[in-house]
């Protein structure tokens, strides 16, 4: 038999709140997170808006900021997000071998040293011969010269895991993947195997990330992805809606505690719900574009519900990817109609990107908070900024406002680009 794995901590900082139930009241007043990026000077692109945090540092989980000053931005947002996951799970109470706990996460790259690099090209332009081409012995000096080892290094993906290991003795695997924007979703999943099979007794899992830079912006902005309504930042990203024109770049971290149940039982630990189930496809078709028939994301719930051991008609309510992309919403439409058949039509699916923006690899561990709250609430998140039905976007979308109801089973999806497919069945935890 294999082993079960409850949830028995959640944290996370986004652009909705810096804790768990100020983001969760904020999703159910329908408020949007997005506005006219700060982090850099965003006036001369296609795309002048974003979702970014505010008001929060280091500090207000109880490091120095002093230390942590080089460690990258998405490093830090981790480290907040953990800290409060752990705190609130009691798991580190003397009783956890540390070889039996392990990382994992979803991280996306660090900070990217824009300012250094243009430094960089310049004085390797400014030494071109004629003006043309590129001086690289310049180039190579000017950086050797500004660039900052341990900024640098703080760039790789990894780093997160690393240092978060180290923060709470975490002695077991520590992994990290990067699968675009399922990244964090995949890495709650692959963590909760190792539990079932025994690998460790507790993992720390989830994804962090921050794109808000001019070299995302620019990428986002070339593949078209990326909404331009400048003029209404809170109502530019609006999935399902027929007026969409791409999504929003958030950033963020979001960290579960996934835990053994007998363990989590035998120390009292409270119990947000259960990981019932996981998938895993790819859609083995292009990059940037998911199928059009959306094979992998059918196959990718259908495998969920499998592992889940669950009817679809069990799912009380679909987060879904919502990107608010004109291809994903049309496609995830078709998906959840192939998969739920005639119940389609009567199962509630939200994106609550609509209001915190898109997280890119840190989006999936946060929808799936979002999804233990709608549990233990029985309250579902709306879609904002649902206003103009499309056709061939027809579902229950919950719009505008939040719904009670009960909600027992829920089921969330991360697709990436690259053709990643994730899917987590989380249910209320019943012993």
Known sequence: MRRRVVITGIGCINPLGNDVETMWNALKEGQSGVRYTTIFDASNFPTKISAEIKNWDISQVGEDPVLWQRRGRHTRFAAGAARQAIDESGVLDGSLDPTRFGIYLGSGEGNQDFISFARMMTAALDGAPDGKGLDLAKFTREGL??????????????????????????????????????????????????????????????GTHSMIHPFGVTGFNLLTALSTNNENPTKASRPFDRLRDGFVLGEGAGT???????????????????????????????????????????????????????????????????????????????????????????????STKSMMGHLIAAAGVTELIVCLLAIRDNVLPPTINYENPDPLCDLDYVPNVARETRCDVTLKNSFGFGGQNITLVAGRFRG
């Open 145 to 206: 010269a500004t660039l900052v080892a341990e900024t640098e290094l703080e760039q790789e993906p990894n780093m997160p895991a690393g240092h978060l290991a180290g923060l709470f003795n975490a002695q077991g695997p520590n992994l990290n993947c990067l699968t675009a924007c399922a990244a964090s979703c995949q890495a709650v999943g692959e963590a909760t195997e190792m539990i079932r099979r025994g690998d460790a007794d507790v993992m720390l899992s989830g």
């Open 256 to 350: 579960v505690v996934l835990e053994e149940m007998e363990r989590a039982k035998r120390r009292g630990a409270r119990i947000y719900g259960e990981i019932l189930g996981y998938g895993s496809t790819a859609d083995a078709y292009r990059i940037t574009d998911i199928h059009p028939e959306g094979r992998g994301a059918i196959a990718c719930m259908r495998m969920a519900l499998r592992d889940a051991r669950l009817d679809p008609s069990a799912v009380d309510y679909v987060n879904a990817h919502g990107t608010s992309t004109t291809v994903n919403d049309r496609v995830e439409t078709v998906a959840c109609k192939e998969v739920f058949g005639e119940r389609a039509m009567q199962t509630p699916v939200s």
